[in-house]
């Protein structure tokens, strides 16, 4: 996302070292800088100054080494172009620094493997944005250091005609020009290298953002944004940051500011969309996307994410054209063309949906999601053989992915391997997938296999109302651990936020393993509901009738979106309305079982 500098000439005492193990092929590199302080510096600005070019002499050593020793020289980039990129991988690590009042040494070193860092620039360089986002925060950290050479030159300026100027006052106009007193310079000054400092707080959230060190990001944000306040760029990246972990309310916060500082940034304007995209807020979400492509009719992000909508909503020619732009703006987009598999494939052109699924794998060879969509599509090509390859891969990536094993054991179904099939179908209802739960139960066949004698009485308990409540010895009213609904059959926690926060999918997950693993109730079969089991209970008005405590609003379930990376669908009890959601997202968890 951004880039840096490089300025003042000044002693500088360099040397390298390269050093490699057995286990890694690292390099290191070291760099010395000695930052002679002017009469306007203090302790601070002279350490943030040697701290940038210490910073930008390792930056431009390492790309010096890549473009020499890795496959970067077939790149096409630049030198410079190479030392903006480098900087949103990389960080240098300060090892010693000294100030005697006049002068500033520093030593950093930055260490890493050029492979990787090869195989990093080579993302940034497919990444139009990131690409852009870099560049952008060079130019800003080149305007400050321009700042602070002009205000240098001001201050001999104002030395010379000392006897000129009014020393109480801010500024004095002679012949129609401003002349700066010390005191206005010295404030000048302080606020440029504050800038400087910041754009360095910026890049490096920006490699840590890089590297998924998403709430580390966030700090380096709130450093830069703390020194520079109408830093736009850092609140758009603060946002980014922010969806990453989940906190869309805060990453909305930040587009906002964004925005207000900087009313034409379509990347806060598509971060915005994202942000309202994940939480489920469609039509916000789309008239953001539509401005940011008014804005950059080039932002590959708000076509991915405006497809994306139009898919969720079943208009899948509109979203073919939105993935279409993505595609032609960024080709190594390997999410556009497997949501574009998506839509093929619920269109029913399951040639075209295996052509970008394939092309998803080649891009992201790890994509387990791609691998399924595939799976499916031969699936209904009936070419079984290569769906239950695909399959194979997908669980091997993500070893509890319900729409692998659910598609895995219809193949093996369809191949007549029987055994194989209802292994795989109860793999997949165990873990709450709908469509496997409901197919067992249409055949009459049990997907749970560990009821206690416990979990027997305890059910003949609750079979006696559909909600029943239990008095204690003194007779005062008590509420059970579970509740059951006689005209489902399913069993609900009594305490509706049983974890009293919000969690994200795969921890909702985990909790529901927890709660397995310690009987909770004195079961081991607890899940998450299916949508529908979900939405039934708010459209039934049990959850007002009934004696269920803490409900809250937004629930997770266990239905994942078919054919749909890291979406799952959750429901608000309190209206019944059901949409898809992130997985990153935040939301309650309700466990159920279906004792029976």
Do not use: C
Not at 94 to 101: A, H, L, P, R
Not at 343 to 357: E, V
Not at 361 to 380: K, M, V
């Amino acid at each position: 996302m951004k880039q840096f500098i490089k300025f003042f000439s000044i002693m500088v005492i360099a040397f390298l070292f390269l050093t490699a193990t057995a286990f890694a092929e690292k390099v290191t590199f070291v760099k010395e800088y000695n930052y002679n302080a002017s009469d306007l510096d203090s302790k601070v600005s002279s350490r943030a100054i040697a701290l940038e070019q210490v910073k930008r002499l390792l930056l431009e050593e390492v790309g010096v080494y890549l473009i020499s020793e890795t496959e970067v020289k077939n790149f096409r980039l630049t030198k410079d172009q190479v030392t903006t990129y480098s900087a949103g991988v990389v960080s240098a690590e300060v090892v010693d620094e000294k100030w005697d009042g006049k002068t500033y040494y520093l030593k950093a070193k930055v260490s890493a493997d050029p492979a990787e860092v090869a195989k990093s620039l080579q993302n940034i360089v497919n990444d139009k944005q990131k690409s852009k986002e870099l560049e952008d925060v060079r130019k800003k950290a080149a305007e400050f250091s321009k700042e602070i050479e002009r205000l240098k030159k001001e201050l001999e300026i104002a030395k010379a005609d000392a006897k000129k100027i009014d020393q109480k006052a801010d500024i004095k106009k002679e012949e129609g020009k401003v002349i700066y007193t010390n005191q206005d310079l010295i404030k000048q000054y302080n606020e440029a290298v504050k800038g400087l400092s910041a754009a360095d707080w910026l890049e490096k959230g920006m490699a840590l953002l890089m590297s998924d060190n998403y709430k580390e990001a966030v700090a380096a944000y709130t450093k830069a944004i703390e020194l520079n306040p109408k830093f736009a760029d850092a609140y758009t990246a603060r946002g980014i940051a922010y969806i990453n972990i989940g906190q869309h309310t805060m990453a909305i916060q930040d587009f906002n500011k964004a925005i207000k500082l900087y009313p034409t940034a379509a990347f806060a304007y598509s971060g915005r969309g994202l942000s309202y995209e994940r939480i489920g807020q469609y039509d916000k979400a789309m008239k953001d996307y539509d401005r940011a492509i008014e804005i950059n009719p080039n932002d590959f992000v708000s076509y991915t994410g405006r497809g994306f909508i139009y898919a969720i909503k079943g208009y899948y020619d509109k979203a073919i054209q939105n993935y279409n732009k993505a595609i032609e703006f960024n080709p190594s987009d390997s999410i556009a063309y497997s949501y574009r598999g998506n839509a093929y494939l619920n269109k029913g052109q399951y040639d075209k949906a295996i052509q970008d699924y394939d092309k998803t794998i080649e891009l992201n060879p790890n994509d387990a999601f791609a691998y399924s969509g595939r799976g499916l599509a031969y699936g209904y090509k009936s070419q079984h053989d290569s769906a239950i390859q695909d399959f194979n891969k997908a669980i091997e990536i993500s070893p509890n992915f319900v729409d692998a094993y659910t598609g895995r054991g219809f193949a093996y179904g369809y191949k007549g391997q029987h055994d194989k099939a209802i292994q795989d179908i109860k793999k997949a209802a165990a873990l709450g997938g709908e469509v496997a739960q409901k197919f067992l139960e249409s055949k009459g066949v049990s997907y749970y296999t560990d009821k206690s004698v416990k979990q027997k009485k305890d059910d003949k308990l609750e079979s006696k109302g559909d909600m029943s409540v239990l008095s204690d010895s003194q007779g005062t009213s008590s509420y059970r651990l579970t509740l059951t609904d006689s005209a489902t059959g399913l069993i609900w926690a009594s305490n509706a936020n049983i974890i009293g926060q919000r969690l994200s999918w795969e921890q909702a997950k985990s909790v529901i393993d927890d709660l397995n693993e310690k009987e909770f109730a004195g079961y081991k079969d607890w899940r998450l509901p299916t949508k529908d089991e979900l939405r039934g209970l708010s459209m039934s008005g049990k959850i007002n009738t009934y004696r269920f405590v803490n409900v809250q609003d937004i629930y997770w379930s266990s239905t994942e979106s078919l054919g749909y990376r890291d979406t799952a669908a959750s429901v608000d009890v309190t209206s019944g309305y059901v949409w898809s959601a992130y997985k990153k997202n935040k939301a309650f968890i309700w466990p159920v079982r279906s004792g029976k």
